[in-house]
């Protein structure tokens, strides 16, 4: 149990597009889910942090504007990068959490944009 | 001072070794303590869990925390190369609805 998955695993886009990145908890209701970026050879940053319904608590230095979070339910979260640029391009990794214990890591989700 | 500290390594071992993985921290009010092993190009995967000060074993796999020292640490044993991986260090303060702050991660490799 507790598996969570992301799409796309990989995209590719055009510097000044959009894109929408899915984080779905498979067999668990998620009461709060993270949104996180890995640059190269380093650790996992988190960018923000939203709980259903309501919207996402951004960290110090994450534009909001530019890195939508949408929590549709409890299942699943959406983090839309707008207005994509090179220095966007990262690993992107959701997680979930169902308690108060642990977090549930999705598999990750590479963008790289041209 | 870094919130949490980790050694990036990289760490090189032979098939069999005793590896011995740690992390220290400045802040006081974490309480719980994970380690997570992240593949090349994958998400982390939660290895250990373990809450407050002591010792927690999970097969070949033990986990100590020393909150007195504010010391974390990871111990492999008959590491296989299976094994070769990255691994995190996490905390927080309130368990996992709460954000982790994570360290560097130290890249492993055992080979065989």
């Known amino acids: 149990g507790a598996v969570v998955s992301q799409h796309p695993s990989w995209v590719i886009c055009k510097s000044g597009t959009s894109v929408k990145i899915e984080c779905r908890s498979l067999d668990f209701q998620a009461t709060t889910m993270f949104w996180y970026r890995q640059f190269p050879k380093q650790s996992l940053m988190l960018m923000a942090t939203s709980n259903e319904g309501s919207k996402a608590t951004y960290e110090q230095g994450v534009e909001k504007d530019k890195f939508l979070i949408n929590h549709a339910s409890l299942t699943l979260s959406t983090l839309t990068v707008t207005s994509a640029h090179p220095e966007d391009s990262s690993f992107y990794i959701c997680s979930a959490s169902r308690d108060a214990y642990e977090q549930y890591f999705g598999p990750g989700t590479r963008l790289t944009v041209t | 001072q870094k919130e949490v500290e980790q050694d990036p390594g990289p760490l090189s071992v032979p098939e069999g070794a005793i590896v011995s993985l740690n992390c220290t921290y400045s802040n006081s009010a974490f309480q719980y303590f994970m380690w997570y092993r992240q593949y090349s190009r994958k998400g982390p995967e939660l290895l250990m869990y373990?809450?407050?000060?002591g010792n927690k074993e999970d097969g070949r796999f033990t986990a100590q925390v020393d909150k007195s020292s504010k010391y974390i640490s990871l111990f492999i044993r008959d590491s296989q190369p299976s094994d070769s991986a990255t691994y995190l260090c996490a905390m927080s303060a309130q368990g996992g609805s709460e954000k982790l702050v994570f360290g560097k991660g130290t890249k492993l490799t055992v080979n065989p």
């Open positions: 373990t809450y407050s000060s």
